[in-house]
């Protein structure tokens, strides 16, 4: 039984051509594979942090930490042991003219 992460990350729900391709994939994955497990985090309804420096001084060395900083920790913690859990990652992300949209 594998375990597969599935990334959402388009603002437009079901309007995305992106997460209609993402749903057609689990759909055909969970067809051929009845046994394995789906975890799908969608990044815009349940958004991660932009890293800013309280964030980046989350990571630095020493123990006196801000309960905000222990919680950015937690929330790290807890991605990449998400992410260590699965064996199989899929990113789904909105292709804008052939470009991937980044901001300015």
């Not at 890293?51 to 060395?61: Q, R, V």
């Not at 123990?63 to 990113?91: F, Y």
């Not at 789904?92 to 003219?97: E, I, L, M």
């Amino acid at each position: 039984m594998k375990k597969v992460l599935l990334l959402k990350s388009s603002i437009l729900a079901d309007y995305s051509h992106s997460n209609k391709m993402a749903d057609y994939f689990i759909e055909q994955w969970q067809e051929k594979n009845p046994s394995d497990s789906i975890t799908i985090r969608d990044l815009v309804s349940n958004p991660i942090p932009a890293i800013d420096a309280e964030i980046l001084a989350a990571f630095a060395p020493g123990d006196s930490k801000t309960e905000q900083q222990k919680a950015h920790l937690a929330l790290s913690n807890q991605l990449i042991d998400e992410i260590k859990q699965h064996d199989v990652i899929v990113i789904t992300a909105p292709n804008v003219q052939f470009e991937y949209p980044f901001p300015s």
